[in-house]
């Protein structure tokens, strides 16, 4: 083949571009520190880079996102629990110092306004908020638990009970003479709510598996006469039994023959209708099955567990539910005490109405004397009662409030627990972002030292082809003629 110097010429233009070409790329690679500038430069290393890329975001997001989402959450909540707790330990000590023998009308007087300001507060911590949505609410995190304003909503609740809703009350009848002032325990199921509208018997259940006889359900108001605790006393028959149900107080009150069976009780439902709902009560749906009649919704037992992702097929329960903590039983127990203290004040403020009356009478009126001082008599044999009663109630909340707190203490574990795993989680998590980066960085990232030495050497290459080029193309057979 003949070589002209059109085609060592034409060779040398392609070896000097071809040289510059490298020494572009390679000016590329060091000023972008990267090994590539477009997929078609390596496929292998772009098809890495994407999935490495790809997992450096999606670890980034549970990172930077996720995982600190869950773990504000989960401060909020715990606060609030802790909160609730530093509450009802407030509670409990003015329990303890209603205990006392020695309280005079002006220290119950204290506690009543003592216990009357805290239960303001029970259920107000219930309704933290982390961004505005509200940690202890489940799935309805725009709801709050409690009621922010005065509202008429009918609800159509469905309440379950176990054993430990099943308790004492003392009830004492004052009488006009000390034989007819007496006091008697009364097993009864208390509903999480008062001031009931109506309760539906014919959906309601009771199972006593120790009572054979036939249950009469009655419901009978507190300002009917007999009362519901009268209607009680008085059994249909030895075989038979009554249950009361008091609208005013919530409470559903069984005759003696039912009492041991009710104490064994296995399982309870009730149903049964409130419309009227203040400011600070809590709302139905996020504790029972019911379903809101105004405005025709149906709810569950509470809103559900939160659960985020905070890893590839990880995820994590962030939240804790009202029903776990801000229970009913917390205020109804306190109510029950400040009635009883209410109680004693009212037996304590007869006595001393009818020993003025007393007073006011002539000493030559031995019959009116004698009428007044029987009634004196017995109001102080009912005032011996009611005491006892209130007495026996502080210690009982005592025990009740304790039990609360250690079921705030569980919640509270339960919180800490979940964050402890959040934080070993968070570690292993950082600790594989950067192991992904320095992946990424060895895939894409070029040796800037190895590069520069390249470039420095396409250079060469460069200035040398073009030396080369020139004394090759000033050789031409003019020369030789």
Known sequence: MRITNKIIQN?????????????????????????????SDDPIIALRSLRLRTSVNQ?????????????SWLTVTESAIGTLSEIITDVRKQYVKGT???????????????????????????NADFAGRNVFAGYRTDTTITFQKQEDIDYTITETFDDVTVDTVQYVNQGATENDTFATDFVRIRLSYDKIDSIDWTESSFDLPNFS??????????????????????????????AVFIPETGEIIFSKDVANSVEDVADCSVVYNRSKWVKGELRPEHYFNCKDNTNNKEY???????????????????NTTADECFRHDIIRDLQDVIEAIKDVND??????????????????????????????????????????????????????????LDKNNIALTDCGTRSKRLELIENRLDTQLGSLKELKSENEDADLAETAIQMKSAEYSYNASLMATSKILQETLLNYI
């Open 213 to 242: 006889g036939t249950l009469s359900m009655r419901t009978v108001s507190s300002s009917d006469s007999p009362d519901p605790y009268q209607v009680a006393l008085s059994d249909p028959s030895p075989a038979d039994g009554v």
């Open 11 to 39: 060779n040398s233009l392609n070896n000097i571009n071809t040289n510059k070409q490298l020494e572009d790329t390679l000016s590329t690679m060091l000023s972008s520190n990267k090994k590539i500038a477009r997929p």
């Open 100 to 126: 006392s023998d020695t309280l005079k009308p002006e220290d119950r007087t204290i506690i009543t306004d003592n216990l009357e300001a805290l239960a303001a507060e029970i259920y107000n911590t219930g």
């Open 59 to 71: 670890v980034t997001q549970y990172v930077e996102k996720n995982v600190e989402d869950a773990k």
């Open 300 to 318: 569950k037992s509470h809103g559900g567990e939160i659960q985020y992702n905070i890893g590839v097929n990880q995820s994590l329960r962030i």
């Open 347 to 404: 037996a304590e403020e007869r006595i001393t109405k009818l020993k003025s009356k007393l007073d006011e009478l002539d000493v030559n009126d031995t019959t009116g004397r004698a009428a007044v001082q029987e009634e004196i008599d017995a109001a102080e044999k009912a005032l011996t009662f009611i005491n006892d009663k209130m007495h026996k109630l502080f210690s009982k909340s005592i025990t009740k409030a304790d039990n609360y």
